[in-house]
């Protein structure tokens, strides 16, 4: 199945759904728009980021962020998910390892915390070839890693959700949170970036 009839499936299921609870009188036609346009008003990589400057400035955070990552980020007032509850798991970046998150049946990915999932992250090319090449796909992200550091690829589920917790860079110890936050991209919570 391509991504484009899948698209279409699913649009269509949705409209038909959407018009089943119209018909029946549960919402109101502009309802189910009000409700995505406010769930993906709180979802930004903005949020992702001050959880990833949390962490660099709490140890105590840290270590429960990757223990437990829903309930840390719930800490910070966020939730991995939407309506339903996914599991977060917070991937470490060291010296030796980098992470890299993919969805291979979809696009599953934390919303509220990195913001609407990018256009190559739901493509069939990025799916199928970071797990093959992970090494290759970040080359062409402009990440280039030494021979000696592992990459680890990790698939989201539709129960699990995963984001990377970056590594700080270098000379950074006097920066605050908010300015720590500023410096972390959405690539760099997927593990296509370094930051």
């Known amino acids: 199945m391509s991504g484009t009839h899948e698209d279409a499936v699913i649009s269509r299921q949705v409209r038909r759904l959407e018009s089943l609870l119209e018909a029946e009188g549960i919402v109101g ?9 406010g769930f993906l008003a709180g979802a ?18 840290r270590k429960r962020l990757l223990a437990d990552g829903t309930s840390a980020v719930g800490e910070l007032g966020f939730s991995a998910g939407g309506v339903q509850k996914q599991r977060l798991r917070v991937v470490e ?14 696009s599953c990915y934390p919303l509220r915390l990195l913001g609407p ?16 090449d992970p090494r290759g796909v970040l080359a062409e992200f402009g990440v280039t890693l030494p021979e000696s550091v592992d990459i680890t690829v990790w698939d989201s589920s539709a129960e699990t ?24 991209t959405r690539n760099g919570l997927i593990g296509t970036g370094v930051l």
């Open 29 to 37: 036609g502009d309802t189910v728009d009000e409700v995505i346009d």
């Open 44 to 61: 930004s990589p903005v949020n992702g980021a001050k959880v990833v400057a949390r962490a660099w400035t709490d140890p105590a955070y």
């Open 93 to 106: 970046n060291t010296a030796d390892t980098h992470n890299v998150i993919v969805c291979t049946l979809c």
């Open 117 to 132: 999932s990018p256009g190559w992250y739901k493509s069939e090319a990025y799916r199928s070839r970071v797990v093959r």
């Open 161 to 184: 959700r995963y984001m990377v917790l970056p590594r700080r860079p270098a000379g950074t110890d006097r920066l605050n949170e908010e300015e720590l936050a500023s410096l972390i």
